[in-house]
């Protein structure tokens, strides 16, 4: 082929290649590559020249003389074209080979996403990225760390290659753990081609050749400027320079986890969250059952408190209630005697555990237990000792207490309390304590009101048999008044008919006697009314006692020989003289005597003993003198507590039938009341003796 011949190859291959730099395809590359090769074999063979020097070197070849300088510019151009060709063929294929490692790494990436993003589950998140970088990136083992308040870090996920060990579960120390939280929570990454060539700490390497690592690429795992772990690679085969697209990667990646386990973590708060609410649920059903069973118990004993005023009936519901909804072992009520310092189990219901019914417990036994109840306070406790009868238990104390404010009639006071015993280990909660709390006082309520009820029937039977002595009263004072003035009447008109002076002088003397009598009821009806308002007027004397009481006692020895009675008087000639008022005294000391031989039996006795008593300590008085007076006849026991009551009589021991207005005894009650002194009577054995104390007022 000719120079011009060349020429017009190459203008054509121009022509047919223009810009023959911006070829699009590869396929155009090589056509245009192998165009060049033919038009450089051809000029070589016109020339002379081998085409594979040519199209080897870089030197032009000789050209024949007479076209040499053509020659030469036509081969430089071919040269420079071939060159061109094969850089830009070069760079395509480097191009294309970067292409393809994106686009696999890309799929893997996209592949790594869709599962990150398909799973709440942070275990499996972790594990399917740890596998996807590894198969993506070839390496010997990938693993992520998760940092351990003040316990290092640990390997939670791994994909590793055999022969290399297994790290999953290793655990790094604080010192190293906290050396990398330092460095990596600033979201730096760090690339180390060669571990023995980078300045690691001691420490830290050391623990990378027990690794078996050589390279690594860590990354960190940062969610809103928090630290949840790193993503590491580890080469163990050998060195290996990381590029940037791995880099990249990887970056990537640990975003896409970290979005994921922050999702996990929002969705298992939220499984959470949900688990708690179906559990608040459940509770808040159960507590509200529980609060039904509470409210209906609650009305059944209101129901019984409101229709029964039956304290022992509604006590034993409230015991049998509590035991049989709470579940307990036992539970029982006990009344309190404050008076005698005694708590009696009276209501009991058991389940599982030995009776304590009718147990009286002193209460100075217990100090702490029964002064805290007795304020109004509850508690519970558990055995520290196990109890012989019931073993270990856990018990609550709550007062049955009657509030001054809201209890008209009654004082404030406990009256009792319950005990709940359960199983040992139980512990009684505030709702159940409140509940127990509300039982006690509709315990305390029926008590009330029992007690209430029964106050009033008292007070009904009271003023039952107040009226029915008011009756008899008034019978009897009108019959006693009826009686002298019936009797006057008469003396008066036997004494108008009668003309014998002897018979005169008897209806005379029975017209005196009447009157004294009809004087002497006014008077003591009078005097009753003046000590009951306390102006009866006393006038303090010394008596001389051996002197004085046979003065008193001479006038009713004719009435005791009458009927055929016996008298005994011991007054010591030693006494010490007595201040008091003497006519106050002997108005008593003649109204004891006077029912003495009033109510005694014909042939028995009457005795009088008088003695000298000290005072006690506590007493103003210097000293007391003490009137014991006898008499064989008893009185019942029933009548016994009434017989110094205004207008009571004991009409089956008044076997002479003397009547009378029954003021005797309730006057020298007040006579003796007015001296300072007490009255007390006792009757036992066929006797009856009433025993004055009379304070000496010097």
Same mark, same amino acid.
């Given at each position: $082929?000719?120079?011009?011949?060349?020429?017009?190859?190459?203008?054509?291959?121009?022509?047919?290649?223009?810009?023959?730099?911006?070829?699009?395809?590869?396929?155009?590359?090589?056509?245009?590559?192998?165009?060049?090769?033919?038009?450089?074999?051809?000029?070589?063979?016109?020339?002379?020249?081998?085409?594979?020097?040519?199209?080897?070197?870089?030197?032009?070849?000789?050209?024949?003389?007479?076209?040499?300088?053509?020659?030469?510019?036509?081969?430089?151009?071919?040269?420079?074209?071939?060159?061109?060709?094969?850089?830009?063929?070069?760079?395509?294929?480097?191009?294309?080979?970067?292409?393809?490692?994106?686009?696999?790494?890309?799929?893997?990436?996209?592949?790594?996403?869709?599962?990150?993003?398909?799973?709440?589950?942070?275990?499996?998140?972790?594990?399917?990225?740890?596998?996807?970088?590894?198969?993506?990136?070839?390496?010997?083992?990938?693993?992520?760390?998760?940092?351990?308040?003040?316990?290092?870090?640990?390997?939670?996920?791994?994909?590793?290659?055999?022969?290399?060990?297994?790290?999953?579960?290793?655990?790094?120390?604080?010192?190293?753990?906290?050396?990398?939280?330092?460095?990596?929570?600033?979201?730096?990454?760090?690339?180390?081609?060669?571990?023995?060539?980078?300045d690691y700490s001691p420490d830290l390497l050391a623990l990378l050749k027990q690794q078996q690592v050589q390279a690594e690429l860590v990354i960190p795992i940062l969610r809103d400027q928090q630290l949840l772990g790193l993503l590491s690679v580890h080469q163990c085969s050998g060195v290996r320079h990381w590029q940037t697209h791995e880099v990249d990667l990887l970056r990537y990646l640990s975003e896409q986890v970290a979005i994921a386990l922050q999702q996990s973590r929002l969705y298992q708060q939220a499984q959470?969250?949900?688990?708690?609410?179906?559990?608040?649920?459940?509770?808040?059903?159960?507590? $509200?059952?529980?609060?039904?069973?509470?409210?209906? $118990?609650?009305?059944?004993?209101?129901?019984?408190?409101?229709?029964?005023?039956?304290?022992?009936?509604?006590?034993?519901?409230?015991?049998?209630?509590?035991?049989?909804?709470?579940?307990?072992?036992?539970?029982?009520?006990?009344?309190?005697?404050?008076?005698?310092?005694?708590?009696?189990?009276?209501?009991?219901?058991?389940?599982?555990?030995?009776?304590?019914?009718?147990?009286?417990?002193?209460?100075?036994?217990?100090?702490?237990?029964?002064?805290?109840?007795?304020?109004?306070?509850?508690?519970?406790?558990?055995s520290l000792y196990p109890n012989p009868q019931r073993g270990r238990v856990a018990m609550l104390a709550c007062p049955i207490f009657v509030d001054a404010n809201s209890s008209e009639g009654m004082e404030q006071a406990v009256l009792g309390d319950l005990w709940l015993i359960h199983r040992k280990e139980y512990v009684f909660n505030e709702f159940e304590i409140r509940m127990v709390q509300q039982v006690a006082n509709q315990c305390a309520i029926a008590i009330r009101q029992a007690r209430l009820y029964q106050a009033?029937?008292?007070?009904?039977?009271?003023?039952?048999?107040?009226?029915?002595?008011?009756?008899?009263?008034?019978?009897?004072?009108?019959?006693?008044?009826?009686?002298?003035?019936?009797?006057?009447?008469?003396?008066?008109? $036997?004494?108008?008919?009668?003309?014998?002076?002897?018979?005169?002088?008897?209806?005379?003397?029975?017209?005196?006697?009447?009157?004294?009598?009809?004087?002497?009821?006014?008077?003591?009806?009078?005097?009753?009314?003046?000590?009951?308002?306390?102006?009866?007027?006393?006038?303090?004397?010394?008596?001389?006692?051996?002197?004085?009481?046979?003065?008193?006692?001479?006038?009713?020895?004719?009435?005791?020989?009458?009927?055929?009675?016996?008298?005994?008087?011991?007054?010591?000639?030693?006494?010490?003289?007595?201040?008091?008022?003497?006519?106050?005294?002997?108005?008593?000391?003649?109204?004891?005597?006077?029912?003495?031989?009033?109510?005694?039996?014909?042939?028995?006795?009457?005795?009088?003993?008088?003695?000298?008593?000290?005072?006690?300590?506590?007493?103003?008085?210097?000293?007391?003198?003490?009137?014991?007076?006898?008499?064989?006849?008893?009185?019942?026991?029933?009548?016994?507590?009434?017989?110094?009551?205004?207008?009571?009589?004991?009409?089956?021991?008044?076997?002479?039938?003397?009547?009378?207005?029954?003021?005797?005894?309730?006057?020298?009650?007040?006579?003796?009341?007015?001296?300072?002194?007490?009255?007390?009577?006792?009757?036992?054995?066929?006797?009856?003796?009433?025993?004055?104390?009379?304070?000496?007022?010097?």
């Amino acid at each position: $082929m000719s120079n011009g011949n060349l020429h017009r190859d190459l203008l054509h291959a121009g022509a047919e290649h223009p810009g023959i730099g911006h070829l699009e395809g590869y396929a155009d590359l090589e056509v245009a590559l192998r165009q060049v090769d033919q038009l450089l074999a051809s000029f070589a063979s016109e020339n002379g020249v081998d085409s594979r020097t040519t199209a080897a070197n870089s030197v032009s070849p000789a050209l024949p003389p007479p076209s040499q300088q053509q020659g030469e510019d036509v081969r430089d151009a071919l040269l420079q074209i071939r060159a061109n060709l094969s850089r830009v063929l070069e760079s395509y294929d480097q191009r294309v080979e970067q292409i393809q490692q994106q686009s696999a790494q890309s799929h893997s990436v996209a592949n790594i996403t869709q599962r990150i993003r398909q799973s709440l589950d942070p275990g499996e998140i972790l594990n399917s990225t740890v596998l996807e970088v590894q198969q993506a990136l070839q390496a010997d083992r990938v693993v992520i760390h998760s940092f351990e308040e003040d316990a290092g870090s640990v390997v939670v996920a791994e994909a590793v290659v055999s022969p290399w060990r297994s790290l999953l579960g290793d655990r790094t120390s604080q010192a190293i753990a906290e050396q990398r939280i330092a460095y990596f929570r600033q979201g730096v990454h760090r690339a180390i081609d060669d571990v023995e060539q980078d300045d690691y700490s001691p420490d830290l390497l050391a623990l990378l050749k027990q690794q078996q690592v050589q390279a690594e690429l860590v990354i960190p795992i940062l969610r809103d400027q928090q630290l949840l772990g790193l993503l590491s690679v580890h080469q163990c085969s050998g060195v290996r320079h990381w590029q940037t697209h791995e880099v990249d990667l990887l970056r990537y990646l640990s975003e896409q986890v970290a979005i994921a386990l922050q999702q996990s973590r929002l969705y298992q708060q939220a499984q959470q969250l949900n688990a708690d609410l179906e559990q608040q649920i459940v509770r808040r059903a159960e507590q $509200m059952e529980r609060v039904l069973k509470y409210e209906s $118990m609650l009305k059944r004993i209101t129901d019984k408190v409101r229709d029964s005023l039956d304290e022992s009936q509604i006590l034993q519901a409230a015991v049998q209630e509590l035991t049989l909804v709470l579940g307990l072992a036992g539970c029982n009520s006990a009344l309190y005697d404050l008076e005698e310092g005694t708590s009696t189990i009276r209501y009991e219901y058991t389940h599982s555990i030995p009776t304590f019914y009718g147990r009286v417990a002193q209460m100075d036994d217990s100090p702490d237990i029964y002064h805290q109840l007795k304020q109004g306070l509850y508690f519970q406790f558990c055995s520290l000792y196990p109890n012989p009868q019931r073993g270990r238990v856990a018990m609550l104390a709550c007062p049955i207490f009657v509030d001054a404010n809201s209890s008209e009639g009654m004082e404030q006071a406990v009256l009792g309390d319950l005990w709940l015993i359960h199983r040992k280990e139980y512990v009684f909660n505030e709702f159940e304590i409140r509940m127990v709390q509300q039982v006690a006082n509709q315990c305390a309520i029926a008590i009330r009101q029992a007690r209430l009820y029964q106050a009033a029937q008292a007070q009904v039977s009271e003023l039952e048999r107040l009226n029915q002595l008011k009756d008899q009263f008034l019978s009897t004072v009108s019959h006693e008044l009826r009686t002298p003035i019936a009797n006057v009447k008469m003396a008066i008109h $036997m004494l108008k008919t009668t003309p014998s002076e002897a018979k005169q002088k008897q209806y005379l003397g029975i017209l005196e006697s009447e009157l004294a009598r009809e004087e002497e009821l006014i008077n003591d009806l009078l005097d009753l009314q003046r000590l009951e308002e306390s102006v009866f007027p006393i006038t303090v004397e010394r008596i001389d006692l051996p002197n004085w009481l046979p003065a008193l006692v001479e006038p009713f020895r004719t009435r005791i020989s009458t009927y055929q009675q016996t008298l005994e008087v011991s007054c010591p000639d030693d006494l010490p003289p007595l201040l008091t008022d003497p006519t106050i005294l002997r108005r008593i000391l003649a109204e004891l005597m006077n029912n003495a031989c009033k109510y005694t039996p014909k042939g028995l006795g009457i005795a009088i003993e008088v003695l000298h008593a000290p005072p006690n300590d506590d007493e103003e008085f210097a000293s007391f003198t003490i009137f014991r007076l006898h008499n064989q006849a008893e009185i019942p026991n029933t009548e016994l507590p009434h017989i110094f009551e205004k207008f009571y009589r004991v009409l089956q021991i008044d076997r002479y039938k003397h009547g009378g207005t029954g003021l005797g005894l309730a006057l020298v009650q007040k006579l003796v009341e007015q001296l300072s002194g007490t009255i007390s009577a006792d009757s036992a054995d066929g006797w009856t003796s009433f025993t004055v104390k009379i304070p000496s007022r010097g």
